[in-house]
């Protein structure tokens, strides 16, 4: 072999470099959802923590698509290049919706169930559960009846929890609680004729009631006493018309009839990737190419964890904005993914240079 040959196969930066890259980004990404994404109930979050959020998310998952192409393009890589284009697809559809959601959600202010993005999300699943599927079922496996035994306990978990997450409701907005007192002297003051609507009535329930006012005698009072109290009370506040171009609110309404199926959709890759992704962690337990499989598995879980916590928080938590801590793990599946194709390509490498060795 040439030196021009030995320089070529030198890569640009050192598998030490990029894994220490990564890692940095991924505990740089925790520290800035720890210190400015816990928020007090009922603030919300300020642009430029979303923006923040949405560019580490964009920037892991890009790198780890590039590395995922260099070994698909190497013809050094054991594992088989059509992995790595699976996978490598998948970040870079997922780095493509993730761009579309923040310019829908932060850009144009909409919260649709369903939006362009979302076109670019199953892709995502698409080629990353096509490339998965070659990584174990491309070589022969030789699993213990325990380690069925728990990629079957995986399986049942995860659908029972996607299960549970398709027939979830809302959670309902706490109401305010009438002293008994006072909620006794309701069906009197309604009585009264031309009383106004039950939402002052509730108001001035309330008002007394954190006073500690004594019970009042509602049935006995004139229009002219409670007329003044019931002008004073603030009318309800409007929510202020959406700013989004017609074009993107016509699409969402066009959209909205596929929220269930992808929804579904959804869960069922989810529970597939946690199935493929037990069985990476228990197959390539050892040997000499399990460290960047461990990692590849480990990226799974957390876009398992992520996929779950958010399709949690938008189902059952009330006025959920994006940018919770669970989040993080987005950010995590992406650096995992970049770390197992870093290492992947070092360890491939090294093995072709030791068999030219021997051959020489």
Not at 139 to 160: C, H, M, S, T, Y
Not at 187 to 209: C, D, N, W
């Amino acid at each position: 072999m040439s030196s021009a040959d030995k320089s070529s196969d030198k890569p640009f930066l050192s598998v030490q470099t990029i894994v220490l890259a990564e890692i940095g980004w991924a505990v740089s990404a925790l520290l800035f959802f720890l210190l400015f994404g816990v928020t007090a109930q009922g603030e919300v979050r300020p642009l430029w923590y979303s923006l923040g959020t949405s560019i580490f998310e964009a920037v892991a998952f890009l790198v780890a698509s590039l590395l995922c192409f260099r070994n698909w393009r190497s013809s050094q890589i054991v594992s088989g290049r059509g992995v790595w284009l699976g996978i490598g697809l998948g970040m870079f559809f997922y780095f493509l919706g993730n761009l579309l959601f923040s310019y829908w959600e932060l850009g144009l202010g909409l919260e649709a169930a369903v939006s362009p993005a979302d076109f670019f999300f199953v892709l995502t699943y698409v080629f990353l559960l096509w490339g998965m599927f070659q990584a174990v079922f491309s070589r022969r496996l030789n699993l213990e009846l325990w380690q069925k035994g728990v990629i079957v306990a995986i399986a049942i978990v995860g659908i029972a929890i996607a299960i549970l997450l398709s027939t979830a409701k809302p959670a309902e907005q706490p109401t305010a609680r009438l002293d008994l007192g006072y909620a006794a002297e309701a069906s009197a003051l309604k009585a009264i004729p031309g009383f106004p609507l039950e939402g002052s009535v509730r108001t001035l329930f309330s008002t007394a009631q954190t006073l500690e006012f004594p019970a009042f005698n509602f049935a006995a009072m004139t229009e002219s006493s409670w007329a003044p109290m019931v002008a004073a009370q603030p009318a309800p506040a409007e929510s202020p018309p959406s700013q989004a171009p017609e074009w993107a609110i016509g699409l969402e309404q066009q959209l909205k009839p596929l929220e269930l199926p992808l929804n579904w959709f959804y869960l069922l890759c989810d529970v597939l990737l946690l199935v493929l992704a037990t069985t990476l962690l228990l197959a390539f337990w050892g040997g000499r190419f399990s460290q960047s499989w461990r990692m590849i598995a480990a990226a799974a879980f957390s876009l398992y964890i992520a996929d779950i916590w958010f399709k949690y928080a938008t189902t059952i938590l009330t006025d959920y904005k994006s940018g919770g801590l669970p989040e993080v793990f987005w950010v995590f599946s992406g650096v995992l993914f970049g770390i197992g194709a870093a290492l992947e390509y070092d360890l491939s490498s090294r093995s072709r240079r030791a068999g030219s060795r021997r051959r020489a």
